[in-house]
């Protein structure tokens, strides 16, 4: 294999699996009640839309359907990615998911 055909098969590779931790942040959203489009718009407001994201959402179930993304798991991914900005805003609403799980009235 030419240095060329691998350096092609490592950025598909990559491609993949920013894709998947698109959909896993996109399920995540929609599992727990919340827009992945606002959510990424908060912690990129200048890049406007993503067609990235709008794949992924057209891959995403229904919250019913799916199965649990531990906060975690969403968080793992994105710092995979980088995603420090948006790392900040899910942290943000998982704050406020587990302050609405407690009964605590959230200061949004």
């Known amino acids: 294999m030419s240095n060329k055909e ?4 490592i950025i598909e590779s990559y491609r993949r699996d920013e894709q998947m931790m698109i959909l896993v942040f996109a399920q995540w959203c929609v599992n727990n009640g ?13 890049q406007g839309a993503n067609e990235a994201l709008q794949q992924a959402l057209s891959l995403t179930v229904p919250k019913e359907e799916a199965g649990d993304i531990p ?37 949004s």
Do not use: M
Request: net charge negative.
């Open 6 to 9: 691998l350096e092609k098969q």
């Open 71 to 107: 906060h975690e798991t969403v968080l793992g991914v994105l710092s995979l990615y980088n995603n420090v900005d948006l790392s900040f805003v899910v942290t943000e609403e998982i704050g406020k998911l587990k302050r609405r799980q407690a009964g605590t009235p959230s200061s």
């Open 34 to 46: 919340l827009d992945p489009v606002e959510l990424y718009g908060r912690a990129y407001p200048d």
